[in-house]
């Protein structure tokens, strides 16, 4: 279980999520990058081979500079039907706090809406965090997101 935290952390915490939902669905990539430390982990996994414990993941990068060639991506070379993204995200469960470092978890789902479709459920799971203290306040050092479906409509080019 998690040692105590204070209510300024986690208001800190919660803050980093909402935040991190908004920036994502705002379409404005260069935003996301800035939620974590340079030397992070992001990984988008379906939750069978997260729990057999198999590498394969969607999407897996190792670096803020990985985030930021992404960015590059979406912006400049990758081509699909654009569309909305809006995330709904659970308040974060704590499992482990050092008052360095927290441990949690939260829910998410994803909804996508195309410009000439209704909107519809594209990428429901869960939130695997590691965030620290850093002088700019609080940021990802590791991301998980563990999705519950094996399918996947078409491919996922923004994040999660």
Known sequence: MSTAITFDDYLAL??????????????????WPEFFVDDCVYRLQPRENFERGFPLATLSFESKGMLKDRVYGIQETL?????????????????????????????YAVFRTKLSDAST?????RYIDVVVRTPAGLKFKSRQCIYDSEMIPNSIIYPI
Do not use: M
């Not at 459920?121 to 799971?125: L, Q, S």
């Open 14 to 31: 919660t803050q980093l999520y909402a935040d991190y939902a908004i920036a994502v669905d705002s379409g404005q990539w260069d935003l």
């Open 79 to 107: 081509f699909h039907d654009p569309y909305y993204q809006r995330h709904v995200v659970g308040s974060p469960v704590l499992r482990k706090a050092d008052g360095e470092r927290f441990e949690c978890e939260a829910n």
């Open 121 to 125: 459920v594209f990428n429901v799971g």
